[in-house]
């Protein structure tokens, strides 16, 4: 990205664009629908064709939301419209007073309205976030695996997990008629959860 399409997508035009876009789809848009109506239009030329390139991405995904907020921001001190902003629904709400909008600290808009963040985020920051999520993801995945082996589903807790292994060793252990292979399997899933072993 150039810093002529960023301008680009920083500047009025664009905000108007991503209103607009929003207006002709009052049940809103996902992320994804408002990126490829976006680029359709002539937006976001950095993005090329798909299978976008992970940090084109990012800064597209940035400099939406980076819009979003801002037309948010504007709609609220208006009192216009509240704009809600989720990435597998973006859309117009009706106004309502006492939304508390400004008032209220909200992270996510703070970071994507300090263009600092997408500045300082290369290629690199964004393989290793990538990667990391892919981690946490595997995890997560596991954990399900290895509950659903006890029997189990989350949210459980620490006490459930051993007490359920204990009825399960006890029913499947060799010495009382049980399989080696189903109580190997029980023993593999309680050191997975509980990381002891």
Request: hydrophobic share 40%.
């Amino acid at each position: 990205m150039n810093k002529a399409e960023a301008d680009r997508a920083l500047g009025e035009e664009f905000l108007d664009s991503v209103a607009g876009l929003l207006q002709q789809h009052p049940a809103g848009l996902s992320e994804h629908q408002l990126l490829r109506l976006l680029c359709d239009a002539g937006y976001l030329p950095f993005l090329g064709a798909s299978p976008w390139e992970p940090h084109a991405l990012f800064c597209a995904h940035f400099l939406l939301f980076h819009a979003l907020y801002r037309l948010r921001d504007r709609s609220w001190e208006a009192q216009q419209a509240h704009l809600e902003i989720r990435p597998l629904n973006i859309r117009w709400q009706p106004y309502r007073g006492g939304q508390g909008g400004l008032a209220r600290p909200d992270s996510l808009r703070d970071y994507y309205l300090d263009l600092f963040n997408l500045e300082q985020t290369s290629a690199r920051d964004v393989d290793e976030l990538l990667a990391a999520f892919w981690v946490r993801f595997q995890r997560r995945d596991q954990r399900a695996e290895a509950l659903m082996e006890l029997g189990l589903s989350d949210p459980v807790d620490d006490a459930t997990i051993k007490r359920t292994y204990r009825q399960l060793a006890m029913r499947h252990h060799p010495d009382r008629g049980g399989d080696t292979a189903r109580l190997q399997v029980i023993n593999a899933a309680v050191r997975a959860l509980l990381g002891n072993g």
